[in-house]
């Protein structure tokens, strides 16, 4: 069977994660299943960077979507069919949410997000980026109707597309991603590379794992924060690891924390790499996270693989996420919030409790070799 994977997509979150791990596995889950990689030059320099054997795999690296998401765009749905033809492709596989509308062999469609959606997610964007968001959501909902499989990392979503938008049960499949074997491996002992992150992990400290994006509720965050050690009496630090690309709302946070007298309290740590944030999973009170809008969210995976006490928005597919492993909120809240974070600043017996129920939910969760090989069945089936 060949397979053509169009990796020409923009990744965030964990979303390369997923996709190394996918590429990773497939030759060595079937050695009978030859793969075609289309890639970006960044994509490519991000496949390297993860150690991939990229001279195992037909790899194309293609300029114009690399440009901008109108012209990959353009490129997917007008240009890249044709690329496929003397490829003599069986399956054309699109992790990235779109799949073209008409392409040569079967197509199968990977969704992984659902805030274009949802009009309070959009509502956080500029006017060009709600076009886009727009043109995504409908391009993601045409894709899907006409591609032979689609793939939903939750029965939530799903749901929302088969009830709300018409996508047909039988093609419909969920598979939920899958754990990332670094974070549940050599469980309690994990190291820091970055002494400034060591050092300020060195007092209790909560953490948020959270691009920096006006939608993931940080505000909210840093309210209830605030609230909670007024009520609880503990000092504890917030430490809010992930990348800041947004300048205006950068600044509101920074507003924030100066009118909430939180300046000595709350550290920004930017993206950290992989084994320093296993090292703050394992060295957190507990994981705060405020997003009310999440698929199946990458961050709580591999918070529950370390085994990291929860208190979570419980809103979208975060319940069906963690289950009975964290503390639920209502993210439009801040008292709400406050209340489970103050439950888990003074309560030892909850964060124990809910350290083991999320090693266990986590153990419920497949690993990538099972992701792939769930996937590769629903490919064989069409092939």
Known sequence: MKVAINATFNPGGGAITQLVNIVRYFSSEDNRVKLVIYVTKRMLGLLKAEGLPLDQYDIVVCRIPGISVIMRIIWEQLVFPFLLIPKQIDVLFCPGNIAPLFSPGRRVQWIGTIGPFYKDFCRHFSVAERIKLFCNKHLMIG??????????????????????????????????????????ADSGKASCSNPIIAKKSEAPFILCVSHLYPYKNIMRLLQAYSIA????????????????????????????????????????????????LRYLYEKCLFLAFPSPFENFAYTLVEAMSCGVPIACSNTTAMPETCKNAALYFDPRDSLDMAKRFETLMTDGAVRLSLSEKARSRAEELPDYSEVTQKTLDIMSNLA
């Open 143 to 184: 894709s899907a109707s006409r591609a032979n499989a689609v793939i939903f990392e939750s029965h939530f979503t799903k749901d929302l597309f088969v009830t709300r938008y018409g996508i047909k049960e039988e093609k419909a499949h969920v598979i939920q991603i899958g754990k990332d074997s670094f974070f549940y």
């Open 229 to 276: 050690l007024e009520t609880s009496g503990i000092r504890v630090k917030l430490l809010i690891a992930g990348s800041r690309d947004y300048a205006s709302y950068n600044k509101q946070i920074v507003d924030t924390i100066d009118q909430l007298s939180l300046r000595d309290s709350v550290y920004f740590l930017g993206s950290v790499e992989k084994r320093n």
